[in-house]
């Protein structure tokens, strides 16, 4: 019965390698770098964002070189001061609210 059992059990381990070396040798010498498929995909979707509008890049729709009604001025605007001088506000230094 013991001999019956390892004859068994050595069939089984054969058949096994050899299915496993059948699979093994179908698959490709090597995979895409999972980075590049992501990479790949953002630039395929931000063309296609650009493509579809003609908003510049960085600058959400409708946030053009203007003032808030609070009087908050946005980033990049020419703001005038009393005496007439322009002065160019740096991004970032603009309150926000």
């Not at 908050?72 to 991004?91: F, I, L, Y």
Request: no cysteine; glycine share 12%; aromatic share 2%.
């Amino acid at each position: 019965m013991g001999l019956f059992i390892i004859v068994l059990m050595s069939v089984a381990t054969v058949l096994l390698i050899r299915n496993m070396n059948k699979r093994l040798r179908r698959l490709p010498d090597s995979f895409a770098d999972p980075k590049d498929a992501a990479r790949e995909a953002e630039i395929a979707r931000l063309d296609a964002d650009l493509a579809r509008s003609d908003v510049t890049p960085g600058i959400p729709a409708g946030d053009g070189l203007r003032s808030d009604e609070d009087g908050v001025t946005t980033e990049g605007e020419v703001t005038r001061s009393g005496d007439g001088d322009s002065t160019a506000e740096r991004p970032g230094s603009g309150e926000r609210g």
